[in-house]
């Protein structure tokens, strides 16, 4: 369990006198058991990933830009309106067949946008994509840049963020009244005003997945997947990876784990053991983080070492404000001994810098990429 409080062994930030909860329910409930050679299968029924499909995939325009071609896809996966994506590559590339890699766009409390927060397409960037990139990338919109060294780019919306997103007339009234505070908000856009009614709708989400069968990690797998199949099944791309920050990364770890095709899987500022979280790290991450019943069958680190032998690279910030430092370095000790028959495939990287997928970062793992998937890139280690 984690480091305790001092004066009292058992005291958790955040849970306070209930602490003893934890120590109770690890007891009674076999919490973070060693995992066994079925764990890809138990967990993608214990998280209710769905079979879904992108289905009647449809080019809704397209356009160039400098040295990128662009197209903004749509499907249906069969449920609320249609998700839109775009798909970038070098303009001078043609039809020629090149590595695609799915962009995986992150979470950070903004889910009026989805893959505008890394990728550009015909328009200019709203203002608060801009802002958020600024915060996040250093100011790059990394799926661009990723196509302009010899990838073909899906970058899929999510349920709830962008053209999936949940309307305010869907949500509870309670809910859908704080995108509008009276006094408070008169500076705010609307994306903003939006955001703040849909991180408190977040949980309402997760509650119907979860009375459904399924939990909201499994839905957004599920709709990963498909990107994922739809991408892998197009005339001009070869072999498939994933990427992504935070909520992003999540999502790449998650496709890593239950899409065994993939063949490159890279997970940017995400990844802390359980255990280490439930000392006051629980409350800053999204309800994608908890499908009900996982930590009976492993920790989180368990579940993203299923990417083995295929290549995985970790990058751990040794400042994250929302993950715990002895977290992340349990993740990286239970992933390389995972790794430890194919050791050259786990790339654990620890940097200076905190939640974020600055500059440096982004050249390390596109470069990554480039060297694992045979695109015309830079090398990474």
């Given at each position: 369990?984690?480091?305790?409080?001092?004066?009292?062994?058992?005291?958790?930030?955040?849970?306070?006198?209930?602490?003893?909860?934890?120590a109770?329910?690890?007891?009674?409930?076999?919490?973070?058991?060693?995992?066994?050679?079925?764990?890809?299968?138990?967990?993608?029924?214990?998280?209710?990933?769905?079979?879904?499909?992108?289905s009647?995939?449809?080019?809704?325009?397209?356009?160039?830009?400098?040295?990128?071609?662009?197209?903004?896809?749509?499907?249906?996966?069969?449920?609320?309106?249609?998700?839109?994506?775009?798909?970038?590559?070098?303009?001078?590339?043609?039809?020629?067949?090149?590595?695609?890699v799915?962009?995986?766009?992150?979470?950070?409390?903004?889910?009026?946008?989805?893959?505008?927060?890394?990728?550009?397409?015909?328009?200019?960037?709203?203002?608060?994509?801009?802002?958020?990139?600024?915060?996040?990338?250093?100011?790059?919109?990394?799926?661009?840049?990723?196509?302009?060294?010899?990838?073909?780019?899906?970058?899929?919306?999510?349920?709830?963020?962008?053209?999936?997103?949940?309307?305010?007339?869907?949500?509870?009234?309670?809910?859908?009244?704080?995108?509008?505070?009276?006094?408070?908000?008169?500076?705010?856009?609307?994306?903003?005003?939006?955001?703040?009614?849909?991180?408190?709708?977040?949980?309402?989400?997760?509650?119907?997945?979860?009375?459904?069968?399924?939990?909201?990690a499994?839905?957004?797998?599920?709709?990963?997947?498909?990107?994922?199949a739809?991408?892998?099944?197009?005339?001009?791309?070869?072999?498939?990876?994933?990427?992504?920050?935070?909520?992003?990364?999540?999502?790449?770890?998650?496709?890593?784990?239950?899409?065994?095709?993939?063949?490159?899987?890279?997970?940017?500022a995400?990844?802390?053991?359980?255990?280490?979280?439930?000392?006051?790290?629980?409350?800053?991450?999204?309800w994608?983080?908890y499908?009900?019943?996982?930590?009976?069958?492993?920790?989180?680190?368990?579940?993203?070492?299923?990417?083995?032998?295929?290549?995985?690279?970790?990058?751990?910030?040794?400042?994250?404000?929302?993950?715990?430092?002895?977290?992340?370095?349990?993740?990286?000790?239970?992933?390389?001994?995972r790794?430890?028959?194919?050791?050259?495939?786990?790339?654990?990287?620890?940097?200076?810098?905190?939640?974020?997928?600055?500059?440096?970062?982004?050249?390390?793992v596109?470069?990554?990429?480039?060297?694992r998937?045979?695109?015309?890139?830079?090398?990474?280690?």
């Amino acid at each position: 369990m984690p480091s305790a409080s001092a004066g009292d062994p058992r005291r958790l930030l955040h849970l306070g006198e209930f602490s003893g909860l934890a120590a109770i329910a690890a007891a009674q409930r076999g919490l973070f058991p060693p995992p066994g050679p079925d764990l890809r299968e138990r967990a993608r029924d214990t998280l209710g990933v769905l079979d879904l499909t992108a289905s009647d995939v449809r080019v809704e325009r397209a356009w160039t830009a400098g040295d990128l071609s662009g197209e903004e896809v749509s499907w249906d996966v069969g449920f609320g309106p249609r998700t839109r994506a775009y798909v970038l590559r070098p303009r001078e590339a043609g039809g020629a067949v090149l590595p695609g890699v799915v962009a995986l766009h992150c979470h950070a409390g903004m889910k009026w946008a989805g893959k505008e927060k890394i990728a550009d397409g015909p328009e200019a960037p709203s203002p608060e994509v801009t802002r958020l990139r600024a915060a996040l990338y250093d100011g790059r919109a990394w799926a661009g840049e990723l196509a302009r060294r010899g990838f073909t780019v899906l970058v899929p919306d999510a349920l709830g963020w962008g053209s999936r997103r949940i309307p305010l007339a869907d949500m509870p009234e309670n809910i859908a009244g704080t995108a509008v505070v009276p006094g408070a908000d008169a500076g705010l856009g609307e994306a903003d005003r939006y955001d703040a009614a849909a991180g408190r709708h977040e949980h309402v989400l997760a509650k119907y997945c979860t009375v459904l069968g399924t939990s909201y990690a499994g839905v957004v797998a599920g709709e990963d997947l498909a990107a994922t199949a739809y991408l892998r099944s197009r005339p001009d791309v070869g072999p498939v990876g994933c990427a992504g920050l935070s909520g992003g990364g999540l999502r790449a770890a998650l496709l890593g784990a239950f899409d065994p095709g993939l063949e490159a899987i890279a997970v940017v500022a995400m990844i802390s053991s359980y255990r280490d979280l439930l000392d006051g790290y629980v409350a800053r991450h999204t309800w994608m983080l908890y499908p009900p019943g996982l930590s009976r069958l492993c920790d989180l680190p368990d579940l993203v070492a299923c990417a083995f032998p295929r290549p995985l690279l970790v990058w751990y910030a040794e400042h994250d404000e929302i993950l715990p430092p002895g977290g992340m370095r349990r993740a990286h000790t239970m992933i390389t001994a995972r790794y430890r028959r194919s050791p050259a495939d786990y790339t654990g990287v620890f940097a200076e810098g905190g939640h974020a997928f600055g500059l440096a970062a982004q050249e390390r793992v596109l470069g990554w990429l480039a060297s694992r998937l045979g695109a015309n890139g830079r090398d990474g280690a």
